[in-house]
Structure formats: structure tokens, C-alpha cells
């Protein structure tokens, strides 16, 4: 088999090179870093350390780079399931279950699964890129903006599943968000809408948003109590979750990692999708959806494998066609031209030596991330110990300083702590802060690409039906939204009026708790 | 008493060697290091074109030269910044074309007379690409496509307003042309778009479809450019075939207007050393960047002309507030 005799060649061409190796394990420490502090992300990261490798090797640059891409995402884990902090966008959706988890005393575990579902659905993808790379590419170029519309759509309508308690408030802090979503530029007559004539605002500020709403919202709460410990001081005891366990989340991460490859390779949608699209599946499928969103391992295992997976589709389509397929590879792509690798269905042809050990290089890069991540995770785990009164200035000042870095500009820092006291309140009142961010990531995306589908089509609403992928996640989404709604009907009619059992009506309440 | 005298010389004399220094400052700029703004993001061509300069001209000034990103409503937020910037030279920008475009949109408080420009480092042209499996070979071939059936072709650009769809636009308008305009995030998206056959054509950079170009799967019908590309000799420029458009981005250090004489001379000379240097024109040809050098007059000339086009293109299509 060709590719993986290349594979192996490249895996001893890679073990020659101990530079490469050392400076692919500092891009995975880094990465791991960066993705943890809020508003730092795994494209920042990228975007920082490339003019570093103007200077180097091909493989070292490229390896480095890597290393912090594939570190970056997983990194944005370990401070959302310790401290309901995001450190990245993707983790957002690790949040939700994952800081249950730490409430109810079992961060070590959620951190371990954490750890491994990054590393089996970024091992997976690398595999995946290796062997089904030309198979695979061509999908990418099936998606057009009507495709994009829809995922959009479907991406949007998971906010009925993490809305957590109540499907209405969640609603209505998603439609908060696709209000937001609204600021800036027009997408395609590029005039400005609400902006109150400030340019900083002609790009909706995401992440300063989501900093706020969640790192900074937690932060006010915890002024609250200053005195108290974070009152889960022992619970990190146990990080590798036992074989049992783990045993049960293997279907669901290989479920979560192939739609991470499958997003992945979609041009324009990235890790953030894919973490939410993997928790919405692992929930669907799930036998105990109802324990979503109150602390499911399931949960980040599937958000997890899916950000990972993504790493590598990601990178398929920029490799072979030259397209990126996120952000982080957008400016991956740069260095590869920077080293005079031309991507695109050339660069097989003519470096594939370079290619193959390139990829050995990306499997070694998940096995770092793997070894640092557990080794560092009982380190990490301190942070549980930290009485909130030393904590919480910590986190504010990371906010800030995270908020600061994303564009130099301090307008964001206020945006951030005016989304930081919204949060506050909405956590007061029970309104989850995940389908706001859900709302900006895709509201954006579902606007500038309906419009650009019809664009495209003349003004012809056509695209909606005739298009086969358009209409299949258009299903879906309608499916989604209409789940919670059939299973109360259908847990009201198997419940049903029986002898001294519950009536219709109570079982119909007992299913809108 | 004496000590009195002695303390009222020693700030008569600290106070004259203060003054001395700051004159001393004054003329032998730079005496602290240089941020050069970047109004586009870490890692995009722009960045990249201030990078390599950024090393080559630290080799010829004395203080060192940081690019500082400053991002934000497609260029206009670090443009500002430049332009508002305190004018002793510490703080320099990449000047885009978006100078010349941005203030017809009505979203800057800036116009191209508010810049001193210093150098102009790189210039890519607009160029019409196709799919290689598309029917047109030509130019010709693909103009008549258009002009039967109007409205039909649509061409991909990297945003509304941005310099690419103002290239598609400027060829209809000379040619009398109807497209159907479609904005994408960026030159990538759009590229992406036209190699799924989404859309008929691009107006992108060469630069930006050489990868695919050479791989056979996009084929460069015209350049809009007074010659032709280098990379690519055999596709024609538009003048060539009597279309009079030529329309490109360029790239540049500007400072703001009221910078003094001397520190715009000494960045002039800096600069013109740093383009100079073998390591700058091959870090841009690495990057499938041309090289386009122009000394700070000459620049202000190619700036004016441009913002004289767009001024009346925009206004033309409605664009311009």
C-alpha cells in the first residue's frame, strides 16, 4: 500500500530529526496554553508563531505550527470543564456538561475523557487525511452557499438541545444572539448596520462576547462569595477514567470524530460547529439525553472528538486543493507558501516525502499532546484549590488581557465586561449563555449565505428543495427542533390514563421539567 | 549662599543638556523603536508584505521596527489609527488601496490626503479566471458569454466594496458588460466557489489562483494590469485587447500627514535600502507577491490616480455615499 509504505518512511526521516520533534513538542505545549486562556485561540496562536518559521526547515515551521494548532484546540478544554471558562469558541460547547461534572466533584475524570476523546478524534482525522484525502476533497467543493446556509440552519436549530433547563429561555438568549449577530457589516451590500458610526463594530465581536458572557460572568458571580473555596478541592483524584467507563463512550467518539472530519473538511465551518454538532448527535442518540446538560460524560467526549476531528478534515482539503477549510489553516496555508510547498493537488505529486513525514509528525504531535495534556492536568487541577479570592481577580485580569490581544483595541474590553455583567444576570435568571454563542457563530453564516445562494441562483428559492445535501440538513434541522417536542407528545401518550397511574396531564408536566 | 549659586548652575545645567537632548532627538530620528500598524490580521498578505519589510529595514535604522496588528471594518479601523496617529514617525502604517476605496463607502474619516506616503512595496492586479473545464478559452470567448447573456455570468469577488469587486465592475462598466456580482468572505472562499463551478468567474489576484492554475484546474483568461504577469506570460492584459482597465491592490508604509520633513526623509532612504536588499524580493517571491517599489512621490501620484477612479467608479455603481 503506498501510502502507508510513505508513512513509515516519513516516520523514519521524522525520527532524524530530533529539532523537529523538540520544536513540534513546544508548539503542542504552547497550543495547549494558548487554547486555555480565554480569548487566546488556536488561529491566534498559529497567526503569532509563523513569522518564527520564516527562518526554519519546512518540517520544523510546519510541525510547530501544527503542533500548536492540534494543542490549541484541545487546550480551550481543560479551563472550561475546571472553571466554565472557554478558552476557546469549540469549548464552549465542553462547558456545558463539563463544568457539571467538576460541580458534582468528578473534574478529574471529565478532564481525563477530555483528554483522550481530543486525542482518538485528532488521531482519527490525521488517519483519515492520510489515506481518503483525494477521496474526500472533492466533497468540499460540492458545498456552495446553499449547503452553508443549511448547516447554518442546522447549527442554529441545536439550540434546542442545549438550551439546558428550559427550551424557552434558551430560545430566547439564542434569538438574543442572532440579534447581535446582526451588528456590522452587511454581509453582501457591505453597508454598516447598527453601528453607531464606531468601525470597531463592523465585525460582530465574538469573542469578546463569549469571554464575557462566560469567563467574566463567572467571575462577577464568584465576587459574590469571596470567601468560599471552590469546594471541589479533592475532587481531582482519579484523571484516567477506568475502562469501563470509557469503554461506553467509544461509539459515541467515533461518531463525534467523523462528523469533526466531515466539518472539518467543509469550507468555512470549523472546531466550534463540530463541537456543537457532536453534542446534539451524542444527545440524539444518547439513552439518557435527559442527563445532558447536567453533567454527561458523553457530552465531552463528543465535543471533544468532534473539535479534534475537525483538525484533520481541516487540513485535508487545505493540503489537496489549496482551500482552507477554518480559520487556523486559512493562515496555516500562508506558511506552507512561505516555504515554497504550493498546496494543492501538486503538492502530492512533487513533496511527497515532505508530506508523508509531515503527517508522521502530526500523529507524534497527538501522542505529545496526549502525554502533556494528562501530565499536566494534575498541575491544572490546583486551580480548584485556589481560594476565589485570588482566583477570580486572576480570571478578570485574564479577560482583559486575552480581550486586549485578539485585536489591540481596548473598545473590545468594554464590549467583554458589558457582555461579562449580561451574563451575570442571565446566569442569575437561569438563561444558558451557550445559544448566544451558538447564535453569533452561525447567524452570521446562515445570513451571508442565504443571501449569496440566492444571489447565486438569481432570486430563485429553488436551492432550498433541488439540491440534495441542502434539503438533507434542512430535514435534519427541522427534525431537531420538532425532537423535544414528539418525545413529550409521545412520553404523554405511553404514560397515558392508566389505574392509579399518573394522568396525562402530570405526565405532560413531568416531561416539560 | 554659595551652595545656592551651586544648586541654581546645576538646574540651569541639567535643564540646558535636557533641552540640548530633545533637539539632539529631534534630529536623529529614530531614537526609540518604530511600531508599523497593520490593519489587517496576523498570517494575510498584507501582514506578510510588512513582515518582510519589517526585517529587511531593521538592517537600516538604528531602532528596531514592530508590526503591530490593529484589525477591524475590512481595514478601516488601523487605517484611522495611522491617520490619527501623532506625526513624529514612531508610528508608521501599511497603507492599502482600501485608502483610496474606504472613504467612497462612507465608512472612514479619512481620505488619501491625509497620508504622507513613504514607499510602495508590492501591487498584485485583478485578473478574470475560469474554471479549466469552463467552455471560454478567451477572453473574447467569455465577454460574448456575458454580453448574450447578461446578468447570467457571475463573478466572484472577496467582498462588496472591497478592491476585487470594484475590478469587476470596472470592467463592465467599460465594456457596457452585465454581471451578477457575488460577495464572498475573502478571495479564498470565492476561489473555492469557482473551482466547484459555482459560480462562472473570479476577479482575484493572480497570485491567489496560482496554486490552481498550475495544477491545471483554473485557467487566467486577462490580467488587468499594463503588462503582463510575470508568473503567467500567456495571459493578456485587458489593455491588450482594447479594454482600457487596469485596477490593482497595492501596498505601502504611509505615515500621517503632518510628519516633519526629516523623519519622512530618513524613512524614504530606509526604506528604499530595505526593498534593496536580495532577502525582500525573495520573501515576497516565496509568497507569490510581486514586487512593485515606488518612492514616496511617485507613490502619492499612483494613490491619487486610484482614489480619482474609484471615486468616479463608485459613484457610477451606487456605491459611493
Redesign the interface.
Known amino acids: 500500500m503506498y501510502e502507508l509504505d510513505m508513512l513509515l518512511h516519513g516516520a523514519q526521516a521524522l525520527f532524524n530529526q530530533p529539532m523537529a520533534l523538540l520544536l513540534a513538542l513546544f508548539g503542542v505545549t504552547l497550543g495547549i496554553i494558548i487554547g486555555a486562556l480565554p480569548g487566546l485561540t488556536a488561529t491566534m496562536g498559529v497567526a503569532i508563531l509563523l513569522p518564527f518559521t520564516f527562518g526554519m526547515d519546512p518540517l520544523s515551521g510546519l510541525l510547530m505550527i501544527s503542533g500548536v494548532f492540534f494543542g490549541g484546540i484541545y487546550g480551550g478544554s481543560v479551563t472550561a470543564i475546571l472553571l466554565k471558562i472557554p478558552g476557546t469558541p469549540a469549548a464552549a460547547a465542553t462547558a456545558i456538561d463539563g463544568f457539571e461534572l467538576t460541580k458534582k466533584g468528578q473534574a478529574g475524570i471529565a478532564l481525563g475523557t477530555a483528554t483522550f476523546s481530543s486525542f482518538l478524534g485528532g488521531t482519527a482525522s490525521v488517519f483519515v487525511l492520510i489515506f481518503l484525502a483525494p477521496v474526500l476533497a472533492r466533497f468540499a467543493l460540492e458545498f456552495s452557499a446553499s449547503e452553508s446556509f443549511a448547516l447554518a440552519v442546522f447549527g442554529l436549530s441545536i439550540i434546542a438541545s442545549i438550551s439546558g433547563v428550559s427550551v424557552i429561555k434558551g430560545l430566547i438568549a439564542g434569538f438574543l444572539g442572532l440579534l447581535l449577530a446582526t451588528v456590522g457589516l452587511d454581509p453582501m451590500a457591505g453597508f454598516p448596520r447598527y453601528t453607531g458610526g464606531y468601525t470597531e463594530l463592523f465585525n460582530v465581536p465574538f469573542i469578546p462576547v463569549m469571554i464575557g458572557l462566560f469567563a467574566a460572568a463567572e467571575a462577577f458571580k464568584s465576587l459574590e462569595d469571596p470567601q468560599v473555596r471552590a469546594g471541589m478541592a479533592a475532587a481531582l483524584d482519579r484523571i484516567i477514567p477506568p475502562w469501563h467507563v470509557f469503554r461506553r463512550q467509544l461509539g459515541n467518539i467515533a461518531r463525534s470524530s467523523g462528523l469533526g472530519i466531515v466539518i472539518g473538511i467543509i469550507p468555512g465551518a470549523g472546531a466550534d460547529i463540530a463541537a456543537f454538532v457532536a453534542y446534539n448527535e451524542a444527545k440524539r442518540f444518547s439513552k439518557t439525553p435527559e442527563n445532558y446538560g447536567k453533567g454527561e460524560l458523553g457530552a465531552v467526549a463528543a465535543c471533544e472528538s468532534g473539535a479534534n476531528g475537525c483538525t484533520g478534515g481541516a487540513l485535508l482539503t487545505m493540503l489537496t486543493l489549496g482551500i482552507p477549510g477554518d480559520a487556523v489553516t486559512a493562515v496555516m496555508l500562508g506558511a506552507l507558501t512561505l516555504q515554497g510547498l504550493q498546496p494543492g493537488p501538486l503538492l502530492f505529486k512533487d513533496h511527497a516525502d515532505l508530506v508523508f513525514t509531515l503527517f508522521a509528525g502530526m500523529l507524534v504531535c497527538y501522542v505529545m499532546m496526549l502525554v502533556v495534556g494528562l501530565g499536566s492536568l494534575r498541575f491544572m487541577g490546583r486551580i480548584l484549590q485556589m481560594p476565589k479570592s485570588v482566583l477570580t481577580p486572576t480570571i478578570l485580569a485574564l479577560c482583559i488581557v486575552g480581550t486586549y490581544a485578539i485585536n489591540n483595541s481596548m473598545f473590545d474590553i468594554w464590549i467583554m465586561l458589558a457582555a461579562g455583567v449580561a451574563g451575570y444576570f442571565m446566569q442569575k435568571w437561569d438563561f444558558p449563555a451557550s445559544p448566544v454563542v451558538l447564535a453569533l457563530i452561525m447567524g452570521p453564516m446562515a445570513e451571508a449565505n442565504f443571501r449569496r445562494a440566492l444571489s447565486l441562483s438569481n432570486g430563485s428559492y429553488d436551492f432550498l428543495y433541488t439540491r440534495p445535501i441542502t434539503a438533507a440538513l434542512l430535514t435534519v434541522a427541522i427534525l431537531t427542533l420538532m425532537l423535544p417536542l414528539l418525545r413529550r407528545l409521545w412520553s404523554s401518550r405511553s404514560g397515558g390514563p392508566t389505574v392509579n397511574g399518573p394522568t396525562v396531564a402530570s405526565s405532560a408536566a413531568e416531561g416539560s421539567k | 549662599m554659595k551652595s545656592y549659586r551651586f544648586v541654581t548652575g546645576a538646574v540651569v545645567g541639567v535643564l540646558t543638556s535636557a533641552t540640548m537632548m530633545m533637539a539632539a532627538q529631534a534630529a536623529e530620528y529614530p531614537a526609540k523603536s518604530i511600531e508599523l500598524i497593520v490593519p489587517y ?4 498578505g498584507t ?2 508584505v510588512a ?1 518582510a519589510y519589517a ?1 529587511a529595514v531593521n538592517r537600516h535604522l538604528p531602532q528596531s521596527v514592530g508590526v ?7 481595514g ?2 488601523g487605517l ?1 489609527e495611522i491617520m490619527a496617529a501623532r506625526p513624529d514617525g514612531y508610528k508608521i502604517g501599511m497603507g492599502t488601496v482600501e485608502i483610496t476605496t474606504l472613504p467612497n ?1 462612507g ?2 474619516r479619512f481620505t488619501v490626503a491625509d497620508f504622507t506616503p513613504i514607499a510602495r512595496l508590492n501591487a498584485e492586479p485583478s485578473a478574470i479566471t475560469v474554471n479549466a473545464s469552463a467552455p471560454w478559452k478567451t477572453i473574447e470567448e467569455f465577454l460574448a458569454y456575458a454580453k448574450e447573456n447578461p ?2 455570468a ?1 463573478i466572484g469577488n472577496s ?4 478592491i476585487w469587486h470594484l475590478a469587476a465592475e470596472a470592467l463592465a462598466s467599460k465594456t457596457g458588460l452585465k454581471f ?1 456580482h ?4 475573502g478571495a ?2 470565492a ?3 469557482l ?5 462562472e468567474a473570479v476577479s482575484v489576484s493572480p497570485a491567489e489562483v ?3 492554475v ?2 491545471g ?1 483554473l485557467r487566467i483568461l486577462a490580467v488587468m494590469d499594463d503588462q503582463r504577469s510575470k508568473a503567467f506570460p500567456d495571459a493578456p492584459t485587458l489593455k491588450e485587447k482594447g479594454i482600457d482597465v487596469t485596477v490593482a491592490t497595492w501596498r505601502g508604509i504611509v505615515v500621517p500627514k503632518k510628519t516633519p520633513e526629516n523623519v519622512v526623509n530618513t524613512l524614504r532612504a530606509a526604506s528604499k535600502k530595505a526593498v534593496e536588499e536580495q532577502g525582500f524580493r525573495d ?1 515576497l517571491n ?3 507577491l510581486s514586487y512593485a517599489y515606488l518612492d514616496g512621490p511617485d507613490y502619492k501620484v499612483a494613490m491619487e490616480k486610484d482614489a480619482e477612479m474609484f471615486k468616479a467608479l463608485m459613484k457610477q455603481i451606487g ?1 459611493a455615499k
Open positions: 490580521a496576523a498570517g494575510g501582514d506578510l513582515r526585517d503591530v496588528n490593529k484589525t477591524g471594518g475590512g478601516a479601523v484611522s463607502l465608512v472612514a446578468g447570467k457571475r467582498g462588496t466594496g472591497a451578477n457575488v460577495p464572498y468572505d479564498n472562499p476561489v473555492t466557489a473551482l466547484g463551478n459555482h459560480i496560482s496554486s490552481h498550475a495544477a484546474t520573501q516565496k509568497m507569490n456605491l
